[in-house]
């Protein structure tokens, strides 16, 4: 057997055996779990980083399943933006299982921490599969495994409030699943196929021989971008989000916002560009105005969610409202189309992960050690827990989006591309959001580090298993502001193909 | 134009500062005494280090050093030019003076105010050895923000409120600065300073070019604290503790001004400038607050205010002079960077011993203060008398090249908002002198400890500095001798 042909679909298939199997060790032995888990996810990460190098948007990895070509069967199709998201998501989640170690002991019910980790395998096996999936049914399946996994994660401490957030969650989540639904079955009825690529291809003959079906294609279109859009939290349908990110336990909040809205951005980016590209003929308008709809709520969204955050006293309820901030830059920057905006964005996919990831592990610290949650107790944290306030201080310059730091990256490409499609208004809504979000995030470093304490001066960190992946997400957020290079050119060839249609 | 020399030698020199952040990690818990001494050997060895560069600097060469590529077409990278080894220059020898005035100075909060003193010179070096705007960029908003710690030291509420209105200030210049860069980018498809204006006519429609200009002077304004931006000046200043006063006033502010140097010299070019006509209203803006602040600096009873609002005078000189847009106005601009540089270093340190050693902060409670403390006081009033002016002292040679360089562009009228400065500054200057020195009823007692010579020595420099500037003015090494270079090469 030809392992290294099959290594798409092992990206996947690994983590969803391990995920199958961890009940099992727990009935034995409850520790076991978590080394089973990391174990699990470390083997997928190494997977998916050897793929680094060898997949270009425009040369995807390809693996057919069951040896079914497309467009009958299933396709795994990496491309640079699936590989992007993967490598994130497996990075991701070494650092939020070592996190977890500790941080389950004492704030889930025993009983719960094997589901736990079960459940958190079974979320980055849905992410990866989404991520790299090229079938559109297939990305709806994994899209439906994580929803379901995400309610049940934000949930899992059992609190009445917890419950209720869940609920709330879910009750967005599975209509946006229906209408993402919706819009695969009216595809399927005029393009009979589920491909991306080859639906995109079908469309685009129905759009030269004017086809009359193609007002479904065009309404599918819409239902896609409305479903999509709260999965990603974009801003007048956001309002599940913060309640359901402050409420979950913090390494699942940061689960939550560094990595499972950025799939309703992939599902966004899938459906607007492999699916419908660009330009055909017939419903070009109807595309480009549901671009417009898309930057111009992506752009009012950054300085609303800024002061909703400033408006905040619960520490968690802030950053999730930050992570709106954030989408909508994301958003943004895909949605004004150009090359450099469109790159912008897909490195603030990676940049908030690790800011955003960082914010909410620190919040996690602080509960673990003290239990405080109101932004106010966090007076003088700085002199107690100087790694802790520290990295959050670092990761609060990603943030807010200066320099150096990958936030600012990410933010001149995307003001960058709005300049260059004369998006004056949104160039000066993002600007104006990124000076609140630093009167929220500052807030909080000038609590920890500049008024009297409320703790005591004596040092009293957090556990080593939890300081590793906060220091390292707050390293990195500078690492690729400085080195972003790394990064940029790869992601500009990738918007290049995908904007090119 | 100099020859160009690649070198290791500016990121050695912007990064040695962080030294203190290690000593800081190994030593203050520890041993307190000795690695405050390490901290400001880390500051002198940062000087020293600037120091080899000065032939180049002196012949108008160019020292290089690229980073990394942030995005394509944008590096990070540094470039010491003359103006920029001037700048440095300065930089350095007033965080000297400061950090060994802090060790007397400051008795609280070492490590916390030791590693943003060190941090702020890091990145005020990289302000002045930016090869481009982005870079420049970059390091402008670390400096804004490892300001606010020196502020708000003291964390009293006056200090905190001045720390807020501090950062609500220079967060939203930095926002601003920000948009005018991306826009120079997006027009001029480059950001590099290549010692020449890299926008033109030609490429650029004139409204643009004029938007990009005035957002870039709201942006560095703020810093500049041209009028009306310049509200977080009297609130700022006084609060934060006196050596980081004297360096907020002395050199902080002038970080802003060298972002409009190299806005003026080295996006826009004197050609382009003149062509778009914002010189004169431009220096209608720097007169208006010349006078203005003065003006108000007038009622203020507390001394260090005074002495902001004085700042805030004094550093519209430079951008008088530099908008003049002649060879002797921008001499007088450039000078003024470094000769009020020594004048209000000098004054915010002797303020500083005053309130040490006698508490007193209003100008009323002056009285006799010159009998307790002569030495310090001389060096105040030496320095009162350079702001008005007066000649033998560096005050006079700025203001006289400032009027030569008025009547060179042939707006000699400009002298009388000189003049009425100089008469202003006498206005609020002397009667401290008067009450320190002769509402004395006691005799003047030179006593063996006036004060700490941590603290007098660094005054006393910096006082007899304010001379030196003024009498050997053209001695090679001095800012006069570089200043030429950079005039020569622009004009």
């Not at chain 2, 002397?430 to 007692?445: D, G």
Request: charged share 10%; net charge positive.
């Amino acid at each position: 057997m030809n392992l290294a042909a099959r290594q798409p679909v092992l990206l996947v298939a690994v983590p969803l055996v391990f995920a199958a199997t961890c009940p099992l060790w727990g009935m034995w032995k409850r520790r076991i779990c978590f080394y089973w888990a990391l174990g699990g996810m470390s083997v997928t990460a190494f997977l998916a980083w050897s793929l680094i190098g060898k997949v270009s948007q425009k040369a995807p990895l390809t693996y057919n399943v069951s040896g079914w070509r497309p467009p009958w069967g299933i396709q795994i199709r990496i491309d640079t933006v699936g590989l992007l998201l993967a490598c994130t998501i497996t990075a991701m989640s070494i650092l939020l299982l070592l996190y977890s170690y500790r941080y389950v002991e004492k704030e889930i019910p025993t009983q719960r921490i094997v589901y736990y980790y079960t459940l958190l395998l079974l979320i980055f096996t849905a992410m990866l599969g989404c991520s790299v999936t090229g079938d559109l049914f297939n990305f709806f399946v994994f899209m439906e495994i994580f929803s379901i996994t995400s309610y049940a994660l934000v949930a899992i401490s059992g609190e009445r409030r917890a419950i209720r957030a869940a609920l709330k969650y879910l009750l967005m989540g599975a209509t946006s699943s229906l209408t993402v639904l919706l819009a695969i079955s009216f595809l399927y009825s005029v393009t009979g196929s589920l491909n991306m690529v080859d639906i995109g291809q079908v469309l685009e003959r129905m759009g030269r021989t004017s086809s009359p079906y193609l007002p479904v294609a065009a309404a599918a279109m819409i239902f896609f971008i409305a479903g999509f859009c709260v999965k990603a939290a974009v801003f007048p349908v956001h309002v599940w989000l913060p309640e359901a990110h402050s409420i979950a336990p913090s390494p699942v909040s940061a689960l939550l916002s560094a990595l499972v809205i950025k799939m309703g951005v992939l599902g966004i980016i899938r459906t607007l560009f492999t699916v419908y590209g660009r330009g055909f003929s017939s419903f070009s308008e109807v595309w480009g105005a549901l671009a417009t709809v898309l930057s111009w709520a992506a752009a009012l969204s950054i300085p609303v969610a800024a002061i909703m955050a400033i408006m905040q006293t619960d520490l968690k309820v802030m950053i999730a409202y930050s992570s709106v901030v954030h989408v909508g830059y994301i958003v943004l920057g895909i949605s004004v189309l150009s090359v450099q905006g469109f790159a912008g964005g897909l490195f603030n996919i990676v940049a908030h992960a690790m800011g955003k990831g960082c914010f909410f592990l620190v919040a996690g610290i602080i509960i673990y050690k003290h239990g405080f949650r109101r932004i106010d107790d966090l007076k003088g944290l700085g002199r107690s827990m100087p790694v802790t306030a520290g990295a959050f201080a670092i990761a609060s310059l990603s943030i807010v989006g200066l320099p150096p730091s990958a936030g600012f990256i990410a933010k001149w490409n995307i003001l960058y591309g709005c300049l260059q499609q004369s998006q004056y208004i949104q160039v000066v809504l993002a600007l104006f959001g990124s000076m609140l979000s630093a009167v929220y995030c500052f807030k909080v470093v000038y609590y920890m580090f500049f008024t009297g304490s409320n703790v005591g001066a004596k040092m009293d960190e957090g556990p080593m298993t939890m300081l590793i992946p906060v220091t390292l997400l707050a390293a990195g957020t500078v690492f690729f502001g400085i080195f972003s290079a790394l990064l940029m050119p790869t992601l500009s060839n990738a918007a290049r193909v995908l904007l090119a249609r | 134009m100099g020859k160009v020399t690649s070198s290791v030698l500016p990121s050695i020199i912007v990064f040695t500062p962080w030294l203190t952040l290690l000593v800081a990690a190994l030593w203050a818990r520890s041993r307190p005494r000795t690695s405050r001494g390490l901290y400001t050997a880390i500051t002198v060895a940062t000087g020293l280090l600037i120091l080899p560069m000065y032939g180049i600097a002196l012949d108008g060469g160019v020292v290089r050093q690229h980073l990394v590529r942030v995005v394509p077409g944008i590096d990070l990278a540094f470039r010491i030019d003359t103006v920029g080894f001037y700048f440095g220059l300065l930089l350095a020898v007033l965080w000297i003076a400061a950090g060994v005035y802090s060790l007397g100075y400051i008795h609280e909060r070492h490590t916390r105010y030791y590693c943003f003193l060190a941090l702020n010179l890091s990145f005020c070096l990289g302000v002045a050895f930016s090869a481009n705007m982005f870079t420049l960029f970059i390091f402008y908003e670390l400096m804004s923000l490892a300001t606010y710690p020196l502020i708000i030291h003291e964390e009293t509420a006056l200090a905190r409120r001045a720390g807020l209105k501090y950062l609500i200030y220079s967060i939203s210049a930095g926002a601003v600065i920000l948009a005018a860069v991306l826009m120079q980018y997006f027009y001029g498809d480059t950001l590099s300073f290549l010692g020449h204006g890299t926008l033109s006519l030609a490429k650029v429609s004139k409204p643009v070019l004029l938007t990009i200009f005035s957002v870039y002077m709201l942006g560095f304004g703020v810093k500049a604290c041209i009028m009306p931006l310049h509200g977080w000046v009297p609130d700022a200043h006084p609060a934060a503790p006196a050596p980081a006063s004297a360096l907020l006033s002395g050199v902080l502010l002038k970080v802003g001004a060298f972002g409009i140097i190299r806005v003026l010299y080295d996006v826009f070019g004197i050609k382009l400038l003149r062509e778009l006509g914002v010189g004169l209203p431009m220096l209608y803006v720097a007169s208006f607050t010349i006078i203005v602040a003065s003006l108000f600096a007038i009622p203020q009873t507390d001394l260090k205010r005074r002495l902001a609002y004085s700042s805030v005078a004094q550093v519209s000189y430079i951008i008088l002079g530099l908008f003049l847009l002649s060879p002797d106005g921008a001499v007088g601009g450039l000078l003024q960077i470094a000769h009020h540089a020594f004048m209000k270093g000098t004054l915010f340190l002797c303020a500083g011993i005053i309130i040490h050693e006698t508490g007193k902060r209003d100008i009323a409670d002056m009285e006799g203060v010159g009998s307790k403390l002569p030495l310090t006081m001389m060096a105040f009033s030496i320095a009162a008398l350079a702001m008005m002016g007066t000649p033998a002292t560096c005050g006079f040679i700025t203001k006289w090249e400032l009027g030569l360089g008025a009547i060179q562009a042939h707006r000699g009228y400009f002298i009388v908002v000189l003049l009425i400065s100089a008469l202003l500054n006498a206005v609020y200057y002397l009667p401290i002198v008067y009450l320190a020195f002769f509402k004395s009823k006691e005799t003047i007692k030179f006593s063996k400890r006036e004060t700490r010579p941590s603290m007098l020595i660094p005054t006393l420099v910096c006082g007899v500095m304010v001379i030196v500037l003024g009498i050997f003015v053209t001695v090679p090494g001095l800012p006069y001798s570089l200043v030429k270079v950079v005039v020569n090469a622009v004009f």
